[in-house]
């Protein structure tokens, strides 16, 4: 990756931009990226801060594993300084409760907007609420030692940072609640052949791999691209006549704009 002043950094993420390209880099490597709602706060500030000519962000990690998911230091009594213990969860009011969790939330939910194209480089374990963040983006390229569990489950819990529509979507319900309900981890392979990953290569070619994808992504007209991905992130919601209807408004928009009568 190019050297950049970043744009943010801090918290175990770093922000920097190329022109239409963005990184987020999750930069805790020592703790193999673990998660706290520090890290979520600046990830959702990271969406916010993409200045208007960005088209694509790459999601990637330093270190062996992409995100070895939650600090485990939330699970204790003391939990982490500064931020609400479980136990404080657990006691607040079912309004606080939701806010709270809606807030995590918001670090998970920017990826899929329809103006940029989001990519995740996914090497080593991506782990609970490292694999949620995975599924949070459009795409997922992977290194060949990608492992993927999600071990909410496991631990009493639920995936509850926008996890679950995603898995389901790519790999359907059946799969979708074996791997949570199991918590095993799922490989770079069965990734690719279930369709959870676009591309699985060797780890020393995942940049490489990534870097190739956004600029096959730049290549089309950026409109017609917003368009396409509104399109589809749509699709699952309407009907067949629905997404006929769709397709016709959003082509008429397509086509007024490239002969300049568009509004």
């Known amino acids: 990756m190019a050297s950049l002043d970043p744009v943010l950094d801090t918290d175990g993420v770093r922000l920097t931009v190329d022109e239409a390209i963005a990184t987020v880099t999750l930069a805790n490597p020592a703790k193999r990226n673990v998660q706290s709602p520090a890290l979520w706060r600046t990830l959702t500030e990271a969406g916010r801060a993409l200045p208007g000519s960005v088209r694509v962000v790459v999601l990637r990690a330093e270190g062996k594993s992409f995100s070895a998911g939650l600090d485990r230091q939330m699970f204790t009594p003391e939990g982490i300084e500064g931020e609400p213990t479980f136990i ?3 006691r607040s009011s079912d309004a606080e409760l939701d806010a709270t969790i809606a807030d995590y939330q918001e670090a998970f939910t920017w990826w899929r907007r329809n103006d940029v194209v989001s990519i995740a480089a996914v090497q080593g374990h991506a782990v609970g609420a490292g694999f949620q963040l995975a599924l949070a983006c459009d795409l997922r390229v992977v290194a060949d030692d990608a492992q993927f569990a999600m071990r909410e489950t496991s631990l009493g819990l639920v995936p509850d940072l926008t996890g679950t529509h995603p898995l389901v979507e790519l790999v359907g319900y059946a799969r979708a609640l074996e791997i949570c309900a199991t918590g095993r981890f799922v490989t ?8 959870l990953a676009n591309l699985a290569v060797a780890r020393e070619q995942l940049d490489d791999a990534v870097r190739d994808l956004a600029s096959a992504l730049l290549a089309a007209p950026r409109d017609a691209v ?5 399109l589809l992130r749509g699709a699952r919601g309407r009907s067949y006549e ?3 209807a769709a397709e016709r408004a959003a082509q008429a928009r397509r086509l007024r704009d490239l002969a300049g009568v568009g509004e």
Not at 188 to 195: D, K, P, Q, R
Not at 226 to 230: D, L, V
């Open 188 to 195: 770079a392979e069965e990734a690719v052949a279930t369709g």
């Open 88 to 90: 404080d969860l657990a």
């Open 242 to 244: 629905e997404q006929r």
């Open 226 to 230: 917003i368009e396409t991905k509104a």
